[in-house]
Structure formats: structure tokens, C-alpha cells
């Protein structure tokens, strides 16, 4: 047998192997549960072809996940230079404070007894923002809120205050709810500094944050958090060339992601093909 081949076999019953485990404290996969495991044996010939077409999927899957890693670098060198000003050759540049154009706002605090495991309105806290919610409230109570008290509009830049300081997400506008004061945006002026800039000023902002045991990016410190406000057509344009770049690198239904992902889904596919075979009689 050739040891790629059962590299492959092997590699495709991951998932099996795992379930094998016994014992208690750190479980692990005992060799004689391994040696009842069944693997077929095609002629060598086989094996080498078998062998060859999953080498090519894993090669073009390296490539592509190669090229990606250059353009991310791409993308933040380019966004560190444009956003990088310097009086003497790009005019027209302000700088002021976060808190000259908004304010800092965040949801009304949602108490844990108010929250379920499943449920009608996602409750999005500091360790699953960004992610998949493991929280939910009523909407009899997210409607009251929403309407009551401080809510992000469509296009507002959520910012994580805590754990991952300074993540910056759009607020899509679906029904969703927030943790207060873990999770805040600035109720900006847009005719002054759009969203999508902001965005991707937050990227680069070095944010100063109050030390202890865990360290939290406070309203007072974002409030004094300097930004360079260049024209409004400058903004538009910085936006455009960067949302390119963003698209590539990070879109999973364009660019590269998605045709490493692609590229996954046929490797997948083809080597479950390939590697499935009838018992002989």
C-alpha cells in the first residue's frame, strides 16, 4: 500500500477515528480499536491515481489560500496608506475628535433572567458578537426597548468595548439586540464622516484603553479618540478602494474565499468518490 494513499483513507475518516475514544481524563484512541478498522486495497495502480488527483486539489487549495494571505497584506498596506495623512502633500485633512462629531451610545441593559437559550430576537453579547448568538429575548421586550431607548440605525459601526477592543461590525438592520456598554457605536454626523469610513478608520486606531483585570475601551475614550476627516469625495473614494479589497479577501460568495471554498467542496466531494469502494465477493 502506498502511505499517501492511506494519508487519504485515513484523513476521510477523521470523524470516525475521533468517536473512538475511551477512557476517562484526557481520552484516546487505543491501537486495537484502530486495528479493527477496515481500509480497502486497490491495485497499486489505483492507489498512485487515487493519490495524484487528491495531491492536485490539495495543491491548488494551497495556492489559493497562499495568494489570499498575499492580498490580505495587500489590502492592509493599502489601507494603512490611505489612511495615513500627511499635511504636506494631502490637503484638505481635519483632524478632530470622535466625540466633536457624535455621540456614544449604547442599548438598554438586558439582565440575564431575561434571556433564553432559544427564543424570538437574538441578544448579541461581548463573546458571541460577530459570531452566532447563544442568547434570545422576547420581542414584546425588544420592541419596547428599541423604541424607548438609544438603537443603532441601519449602517451604524457596532464596536466591541471590551474582550476584542475596537471589532468594528455594520449594523445590518435586522432584529437583533446588543450588551450594553460591552457593545456601543457613535450616533454620528454623516454629512461629516460617512459609516463606511469610520469603519475602516476603527481598523487602524491605536485605542486607549483603562488597564485592570480586564481592559475595557470606556465612552470617555472613545469620545477623545482622534480621526482624520478628509473631504467628502476623498472619504467616497478611500471607501471604494478599499471595499474592493475587502471583497476579495474576506466575501464568501466572491473573490478568492469563495473559490477556496469552492475548490473545498470539490475536493471533499471527489475524494469521498474516489475513496468509497465495494467489498469484493
Known amino acids: 500500500m502506498l502511505p499517501r494513499f492511506v ?4 484523513k476521510n475518516l477523521q470523524e470516525k ?4 475514544k475511551q477512557g476517562a481524563g484526557v481520552p484516546n484512541v487505543k491501537g486495537k480499536s484502530l486495528a479493527k478498522l477496515l481500509i480497502p486495497i486497490p491495485p497499486l495502480e489505483i492507489q498512485n491515481k487515487i493519490v495524484k488527483i487528491l495531491d492536485t486539489f490539495t495543491e491548488l487549495e494551497a495556492e489559493l489560500e497562499a495568494e489570499l494571505e498575499a492580498r490580505k497584506k495587500q489590502y492592509q498596506y493599502y489601507r494603512d496608506t490611505l489612511l495615513t495623512f500627511d499635511e504636506n502633500t494631502r490637503g484638505g485633512v481635519k483632524w478632530i475628535t470622535l466625540g466633536e462629531i457624535g455621540n456614544i451610545k449604547m442599548c438598554r441593559r438586558i439582565f440575564k433572567s431575561q434571556t433564553t437559550s432559544s427564543g424570538e430576537i437574538p441578544f448579541f453579547k461581548i463573546g458571541t458578537f460577530g459570531g452566532l448568538p447563544d442568547a434570545f429575548i422576547p420581542r414584546k421586550l425588544y420592541d419596547l426597548y428599541r423604541e424607548k431607548y438609544p438603537f443603532p440605525k441601519k449602517g451604524d459601526i457596532l464596536i466591541s468595548a471590551a474582550g476584542t477592543i475596537g471589532r ?3 449594523y445590518s438592520g435586522d432584529d437583533s439586540y446588543y450588551q450594553d456598554s460591552n457593545i456601543v457605536w457613535l450616533d454620528n454626523d454623516e454629512s461629516m464622516v460617512s459609516n463606511r469610513y469610520l469603519q475602516y478608520w476603527y481598523q487602524v486606531v491605536e485605542w486607549t484603553t483603562d488597564g485592570g483585570t480586564i481592559s475595557r475601551l470606556y465612552n470617555k475614550n472613545l469620545q477623545k479618540t482622534r480621526i482624520a476627516v478628509p473631504t467628502f469625495d476623498e472619504q467616497e ?10 471583497s476579495l479577501v ?5 473573490g478568492l474565499p469563495a473559490e477556496i471554498k469552492a475548490r473545498r467542496q470539490q475536493y471533499e466531494y471527489y475524494r469521498d468518490k474516489l475513496l468509497t469502494f465495494k467489498e469484493a465477493a
Open 7 to 10: 494519508y487519504y483513507f485515513l
Open 17 to 20: 477515528i475521533y468517536n473512538l
Open 168 to 170: 468594528a461590525i455594520p
Open 237 to 246: 473614494l478611500i471607501v471604494s478602494i478599499l471595499d474592493k479589497f475587502d
Open 250 to 254: 474576506n466575501d464568501l460568495s466572491i
